[in-house]
DNA sequence: TTGGAATGTCAACAAGGCTGACGTAAACTG
DNA sequence: CAGTTTACGTCAGCCTTGTTGACATTCCAA
């Protein structure tokens, strides 16, 4: 490290938590935890015609029930074409319904069918239960910093979903 | 929820972290958080003839210098043949260098070249700013309840591939 | 010397992103 | 009312990045 960077004078040790080789572990942690975080419903989905987008669409309808194909493309931060062929096939599955817009019929509702519902369940059961034994292990004031330092990553449109969504969560 | 399902007794409110609420809110605040993660490298990325592969590869390689394909193979979690493709475009294009190993010939290591390392930093800076940012907004604190929560997120391979990596950080 | 390990490579394929272009119906607006 | 915008769908084509399968080479080790 013979570049003109200086060290950080790290007061006490309040500060490590910045410095560089601390960030590039924070990094690797959110490489390596998102692996684990998709692992169970990808397995499940691997044994189906379906993958992590399909997930993803039915994850988001049954969170938002009768959201819209453009609200849908927000959260998810893809092409309308992109969605449109899970959607499609979603649809043509049963899984899925579209339902016209009664105020405003160029939009359609999605809506999760019982067989839609019944995927969710077991996808979300398995995504669930890591994150569950992840909490139940680190305890609630590691869980508290969790979402306090991912909320902090997100960008602040996302942001505003993420927080949409809790918002409407009864 | 007219099916059997007892609510959780939540005594006090000591395991509110519990909730199925509260675990979809973690899964939720991954998935936002992890597009936000990824997003800086990303637009770097998109003007040049690579992608988010690229990225992983090249950051383990600076990560651990002489590493070895089949290290490598492990860590990243793919298939030689497609890390075979990123690598052989950053060998052709100067990023990477490939070392047949000394004592076992076969092996080969792998080291970044300057014009790499180069690349590295510009990415890895992207990525580090956000990460710091975001560490600074949320906290020592939570930084580490979210270190922790996210190694108890990791299989159990992982986890040993990110611990050997944090012990070889000198 | 032979089996197996480490690596590389070819071919083919699939998922899931993307852009661009086009069409239709509905809603809005001057 | 005419014209524009919005919401959605669709076709075609491209790219990255993952997969499997087959096969060659090199070389260590029993």
Redesign the interface.
Known sequence: MADGRMMAPSSGD?L???T??????????????????T?DPDRILADMAYGRAHH?AI?FIN?APGTTVNNLLNIL?VTKQSLNRVLRTLIADGLVQSKVGRNDKRERHLFLTDEGRKLEQEL?DA??A??????????????????????????PE??Q??DR??ES?S
Chains 1, 2 share one sequence.
């Not at 560089?20 to 975080?37: K, P, S, T, V, W």
């Not at 890591?130 to 960008?155: C, H, I, K, N, S």
Request: proline share 2%.
């Open positions: 309040s490590l938590f910045l560089d080789e601390q960030l590039r572990q924070g990094i690797e942690a959110m490489f390596f935890a998102y692996r684990g975080f692992a993803r994850h969170r931060g979300s995504q669930r890591r994150m569950r034994l992840a909490f139940r292990t680190a305890g609630p004031e590691a869980v508290a910093g969790f979402r306090t330092v991912l909320e902090a990553m997100m960008d996302m942001r979903s993420f969504l809790r969560a």
